[in-house]
């Protein structure tokens, strides 16, 4: 069945490093690939989003890149910020009914 | 500041007692979606409506859960007799047509 993998459950960043998220999925049809961010208190935003069109989304400083080849779907940030500390969350959206399936999270801890 | 309004924003309900929550969509979204986040911060799914009518739910949501989606009216869900087990962030969602969702705060529901 449809499904997303994220297996960086936590990331400790100190202020301008790099980070890099890994997400893979599993699907037999053509998926939006999505990031959502949720901060402490609320719900998710989204951050970005790419389809198999356009493989690439860039949006606050963050990129994504769609790898049809590898079914993965990366989140980087070339220098984080503290501000930056929340949980990602990578999510593949279904034609069927627009419902999303979201990844386990990967929770960003950027210290001064 | 969400477009996607939630309340309440904490509910405590007794095991057996029943748990309501409503929500407003961003207004000119026709698509409505409950999900619940557990603590591990995994979301699952419960039912989706489209102008008032459901248009997928999960077994759980037929059997305990009651959700509606009236015209000129907050959606809302309830939960007929909650148990432990209920207890997680309920987030609502509203979208047009494709996967950028909105989502409001949630409602924290702690069952004691």
């Known amino acids: 069945g449809d499904s997303v993998t994220q297996k960086q459950g936590q990331v400790t960043l100190s202020e301008d490093d790099f980070l890099f998220i890994n997400c893979t999925y599993s699907?037999?049809?053509?998926?939006?690939l999505l990031w959502y961010v949720q901060y402490l208190g609320q719900g998710p935003q989204l951050l970005l989003k790419v389809t198999t069109a356009n493989n690439k989304g860039i949006s606050r400083g963050f990129e994504a890149t769609y790898d049809k080849g590898t079914t993965s779907f990366h989140l980087q940030k070339a220098s984080v910020q503290e501000s930056d500390s929340a949980v990602y969350f990578c999510?593949?959206?279904?034609?069927?009914?627009?419902?999303?399936?979201f990844g386990s999270g990967t929770k960003l801890t950027v210290e001064p | 500041n969400s477009k996607v309004i939630q309340t309440p924003r904490y509910l405590v309900k007794g095991q057996g007692q029943k748990a309501k929550m409503r929500c407003i969509p961003e207004k000119g979204h026709p698509v409505v979606f409950w999900y619940q986040q557990n603590k591990n911060n995994e979301f699952k799914f419960l039912i989706n409506f489209q102008n008032q009518e459901v248009l997928q739910q999960i077994d759980m949501t037929e059997k305990r859960f009651s959700a509606e989606c009236p015209s000129n009216s907050p959606c809302s869900l309830e939960i007929q007799s909650s148990e432990a087990g209920d207890s997680a962030l309920y987030l609502c969602?509203?979208?047009?047509?494709?996967?950028?969702?909105?989502f409001g705060s949630g409602t924290r529901l702690l069952v004691i």
């Open positions: 969602a509203s979208s047009l047509t494709n996967s950028d969702y909105t």
């Open positions: 999510a593949l959206g279904m034609s069927n009914y627009n419902v999303l399936y």
């Open positions: 699907t037999t049809t053509y998926p939006t």
